[in-house]
């Protein structure tokens, strides 16, 4: 579904991907785990086309994407769900959830309805300003406004940053849910082993802005992402 191919970005003259591959198959959790500042991040917004890629190419489902803008590649069926949860405060749940949709273009009537049912906590916080919900429940928010433009694919960058366990816990069961329901595939960026180990089916090491190594999801221990670290910078 996604295939990356030595992909170099960044920030102006500073370079923060170099070289960078990798490849996502349809129906597939992959995780990506790495310290701050090797260049998660800059990965996925990249991908969703907020960064230019300098070099290399990424194609998804079928499609050469590289210079498309990110609203075609959210309407080709990419969603993103930022570090931060990127939700509009002064705006309703109701008024963030129809507002994402109408964003690429759905007007099927009954989608607020599937959002809620996929993510029942907010049926009671439709009134109330995003702002106003505490931080776990901001971000199931920010997945539930992807989740209603029915992407194919979600880039989701560190979603248990700042929340409580119980709603991580919620989260992890969501995700399982939505993949048997909807066959959905899922690229995620985290440093909580726990939480990348729960939901992916093998995990990517990030280091200074490139892919240095693969664990299966069973090999994955906070001994061995750390080691694998210590292994590279040495």
């Given at each position: 579904?996604?295939?990356?191919?030595?992909?170099?970005?960044?920030?102006?003259?500073?370079?923060?991907?170099?070289?960078?591959?990798?490849?996502?198959?349809?129906?597939?959790?992959?995780?990506?785990?790495?310290?701050?500042?090797?260049?998660k991040?800059?990965?996925?917004?990249?991908?969703?086309?907020?960064?230019?890629?300098?070099?290399?190419?990424?194609t998804?489902?079928?499609?050469?994407?590289?210079?498309?803008?990110?609203?075609r590649?959210a309407?080709?069926?990419?969603?993103?769900?930022?570090?931060?949860?990127?939700?509009?405060?002064?705006?309703?749940?109701?008024?963030?959830?129809?507002?994402?949709?109408?964003?690429?273009g759905?007007?099927?009537?009954?989608?607020l309805?599937?959002?809620?049912?996929?993510?029942?906590?907010?049926?009671?916080?439709?009134?109330?300003?995003?702002?106003?919900?505490?931080?776990?429940?901001?971000?199931?928010?920010?997945?539930?406004?992807?989740?209603?433009?029915?992407p194919?694919?979600?880039?989701?960058?560190?979603?248990?940053?700042?929340?409580?366990?119980?709603?991580?816990?919620?989260?992890?069961?969501?995700?399982?849910?939505?993949?048997?329901?909807?066959?959905?595939?899922?690229?995620?960026?985290?440093?909580?082993?726990?939480?990348?180990?729960a939901l992916s089916?093998?995990?990517?090491?990030?280091?200074?802005?490139?892919?240095?190594?693969?664990?299966?999801?069973?090999?994955?221990?906070?001994?061995?992402?750390?080691?694998?670290?210590?292994?590279?910078?040495?």
């Amino acid at each position: 579904m996604l295939t990356v191919e030595n992909l170099d970005s960044g920030y102006g003259s500073i370079p923060v991907l170099t070289g960078l591959s990798l490849s996502v198959s349809q129906g597939e959790f992959v995780g990506i785990l790495g310290h701050n500042g090797m260049g998660k991040t800059t990965l996925l917004k990249t991908l969703i086309g907020i960064l230019p890629a300098t070099a290399g190419k990424i194609t998804f489902a079928g499609n050469v994407i590289t210079s498309a803008p990110a609203h075609r590649r959210a309407r080709a069926g990419m969603g993103y769900v930022p570090q931060g949860r990127g939700i509009l405060p002064g705006l309703t749940v109701r008024d963030n959830l129809l507002f994402a949709a109408a964003a690429v273009g759905a007007r099927r009537s009954g989608q607020l309805e599937e959002a809620l049912d996929d993510f029942p906590r907010l049926k009671a916080y439709l009134d109330r300003p995003g702002g106003a919900l505490s931080g776990g429940e901001q971000q199931l928010l920010a997945l539930a406004r992807t989740l209603i433009q029915k992407p194919s694919i979600v880039l989701l960058d560190e979603p248990t940053e700042g929340i409580q366990p119980s709603i991580i816990d919620e989260i992890v069961d969501q995700m399982k849910g939505l993949r048997q329901r909807r066959g959905l595939t899922i690229l995620l960026v985290e440093q909580n082993v726990d939480f990348i180990r729960a939901l992916s089916d093998r995990v990517l090491l990030i280091h200074k802005g490139t892919i240095t190594n693969e664990f299966s999801v069973d090999a994955l221990t906070d001994t061995t992402a750390m080691g694998d670290f210590s292994s590279v910078e040495h």
